[in-house]
């Protein structure tokens, strides 16, 4: 089992930037990859950023030259970096990863973390 655990939401003017945190933890045994995803209200759940376990990364459009994913393989932990917000930013942001534990591999979800982005 996988925990995850999103901090750093909140609510910042348009331009501004903000910074989440995802922390894993529980019984596995390996992390492969860990993405950012986001749901607006009325919206269905994207995809805004990934990172192998390798550094590989992909962003969604949306996000690219605005914000940056990185992680920490040792603390098992994943960040993406904010920037340049719009409203249109504004949405709930989850963590997910693909780890592996005894019973095989699973994908996780942490609660999320909201994000408000004010005009």
């Known amino acids: 089992q996988v925990q995850l655990v999103e901090s750093g939401g909140g609510l910042v003017q348009a331009g501004g930037s903000l910074r989440l945190s995802c922390a894993a933890s529980g019984s596995f045994f390996i992390i492969n990859m860990m993405n950012w995803y986001r749901q607006a209200p009325g919206k269905q759940r994207e995809l805004v950023a990934g990172?192998?376990?390798?550094?590989?990364?992909n962003y969604a459009d949306s996000a690219k030259g605005r914000f940056t994913i990185s992680g920490d393989n040792a603390k098992n932990t994943v960040h993406l970096q904010m920037s340049s917000l719009t409203p249109e930013d504004t949405a709930v942001y989850y963590c997910n990863a693909g780890a592996r534990d005894l019973r095989g591999w699973g994908d996780y979800w942490g609660q999320g973390t909201q994000v408000t982005v004010s005009s």
């Open positions: 990172i192998t376990r390798d550094g590989r990364t």
